[in-house]
């Protein structure tokens, strides 16, 4: 069956303090990894896609990475507008698979 | 582009009533998607619509659920008799091409649903 499975559940950081979510898959037929950004009371907005091992992508203090087995969300010097729920998901031959998120506080 | 559109945003009923969550996906668009989000369980996928068609609904709990495309521009969910366990998050979201091919997907606000 395909998963998706994120960690740590939740992340506090302090402003400037830069660290790295996980995102292990198991998925047949990968057609590739997305990131979201969730707000509280919106839905998730597209950061990243990524299709094959190696890859890797940036967006300001953000940088996606996939390996065979997992990706990691690198947040460098985070400010406090990061805070959010940051979702992975894994597109198989027809569809996103979820995982439960991140959910990411930045204080200053 | 206004986005996807979802409405009511929230909706609070009692155990036993229909219950219809409207969708207006971005102009253009080809597939169509609707999601039920918990603490528990996160983004679950219920069914999705391709050109107007359902292609996969293994995702809807049970009978009690049924979804709609009409057009190319609305969608409906609706739940009936509603149950309290049915009270999560509901999002719609569009894709610009098929299923098989999608990219990225376009979220609405969602309709928090409440049910006593």
């Known amino acids: 069956e395909d998963q998706v499975t994120q960690s740590p559940e939740a992340l506090r950081l302090q402003e400037g303090e830069s660290s790295s979510l996980n995102c292990s898959y198991t998925v047949s037929g990968l057609r590739g990894l997305f990131w979201y950004r969730q707000d509280p009371g919106k839905g998730p907005e597209f950061l990243f896609t990524?299709?094959?091992a190696g890859e890797e992508k940036e967006k300001e203090r953000l940088k996606a990475t996939l390996t065979k087995k997992e990706s990691f969300l690198h947040i460098t010097a985070p400010k406090p507008e990061d805070s959010a729920t940051y979702l992975c998901a894994v597109h198989n031959t027809d569809k996103l698979i979820f995982g439960t998120g991140t959910r990411l506080q930045v204080f200053p | 582009d206004a986005g996807v559109i979802q409405s009511p945003r929230h909706e609070v009923t009692e155990m036993g009533q229909e219950v219809t969550l409207r969708c207006k996906p971005i102009?253009?668009?080809?597939?169509l998607f609707w999601y039920r989000q918990t603490m528990m369980r996160g983004l679950e996928l219920l069914i999705y619509f391709n050109n107007n068609v359902p292609i996969d609904d293994s995702g809807m709990p049970e009978d009690r659920f049924s979804a709609k495309m009409p057009n190319a521009s609305f969608s409906t969910l609706k739940i009936q008799p509603s149950e309290p366990r049915d009270s999560a998050v509901y999002f719609c979201?569009?894709?610009?091409?098929?299923?098989?091919?999608?990219?990225?997907?376009?979220f609405g606000s969602g309709t928090q649903l409440s049910v006593l």
């Open positions: 102009s253009g668009h080809n597939s």
């Open positions: 990524l299709y094959s």
């Open positions: 979201a569009s894709g610009p091409r098929t299923v098989a091919t999608n990219e990225k997907l376009f």
